[in-house]
Nanobody
Framework: VQLEESGGGLVQVGGSLRLSCIVSGGTFSSYAMGWFRQAPGKEREFVAAISRSGGETDYTTSVKGRFTVSRDNVKDTLYLQMNSLKSEDTAVYYC????????????????????WGQGTQVTVSS
């Protein structure tokens, strides 16, 4: 299973970006998906998660109301819409996938995901 993120870049404070993650080599609709990020000198942290069906989502507190996670099970693609970006959102963003039985399961823990992308850099400048 391969995951490839795209959409990162340099944006000013208050701006927006949409990250994408294309999954290949597996059955996308069978995976719970998540977004994580890692800033320099810090541990990788949970950002957002979405169930197989897309009907359930969860976010870390710092991004609630600003970020939206979604998925397209026809295009095998995961998205993260990021609005009102802050300098503290600067990090490498990773998508992750884990096969689950339940269509409603959400996975938050970093160690619980089986597959990871290589990451895409998001830099928010002031």
């Amino acid at each position: 299973v391969q995951l490839e993120e795209s959409g990162g870049g340099l944006v000013q404070v208050g701006g927006s970006l949409r990250l994408s993650c294309i999954v290949s080599g597996g059955t996308f609709s069978s995976y719970a998906m998540g977004w994580f990020r890692q800033a320099p000198g810090k541990e990788r942290e949970f950002v957002a998660a979405i169930s197989r069906s897309g009907g359930e989502t969860d976010y870390t507190t710092s991004v609630k109301g600003r970020f939206t996670v979604s998925r397209d099970n026809v295009k095998d693609t995961l998205y993260l819409q990021m609005n009102s970006l802050k300098s503290e959102d600067t990090a490498v963003y990773y998508c992750a996938a884990d096969p689950v039985r339940s269509s409603r399961a959400i996975i938050v823990g970093t160690t619980l995901y089986d597959y990871w992308g290589q990451g895409t850099q998001v830099t928010v400048s002031s």
